[in-house]
Nanobody, 120 residues
Framework: EVHLVESGGGLVKPGGSLRLSCVFS??????????MSWHRQAPGRERDLVAR???????DYAGSVRGRFTASRDNAKNTVYLQMNNLEYDDTDLYFC????????????WGQGTQVTVSS
């Protein structure tokens, strides 16, 4: 079993910044062997990939956030982060953390989400 807990969401003005955190907990699996990712979803819409940070710390980003968002990980703390800068109205979504073994193509484990609202 893998348990993920997101935090750091909130209300922010356009152009502002937030940093999301996701803590990975498991008695059977090692965080360092997992690719981690951030996804977001608005009501009635599909869940979209925002960023992925692999077990070797290489990253991929959706075009809509590239240059504004930065994913990172701290293996000593079993934590992945998403630094979000220059936030826009369209960034308003429920943000989820996900985990998959580095040999897998499926995001097997999900957190419950943290809400990000961009409003003036």
């Amino acid at each position: 079993e893998v348990h993920l807990v997101e935090s750091g969401g909130g209300l922010v003005k356009p152009g502002g910044s937030l940093r999301l955190s996701c803590v990975f907990s498991s008695s059977a699996y090692e965080f360092m062997n997992y690719d981690m990712s951030w996804h977001r979803q608005a009501p009635g819409r599909e869940r979209d990939l925002v960023a992925r940070i692999y077990s070797n710390s290489l990253t991929d980003y959706a075009g809509s956030v590239r240059g504004r968002f930065t994913a990172s990980r701290d293996n000593a703390k079993n934590t992945v982060y998403l630094q979000m800068n220059n936030l826009e109205y369209d960034d308003t979504d429920l943000y989820f953390c996900a985990a998959r073994p580095k040999w897998s193509s499926i995001d097997n484990w999900w957190g419950q989400g943290t809400q990000v609202t961009v409003s003036s």
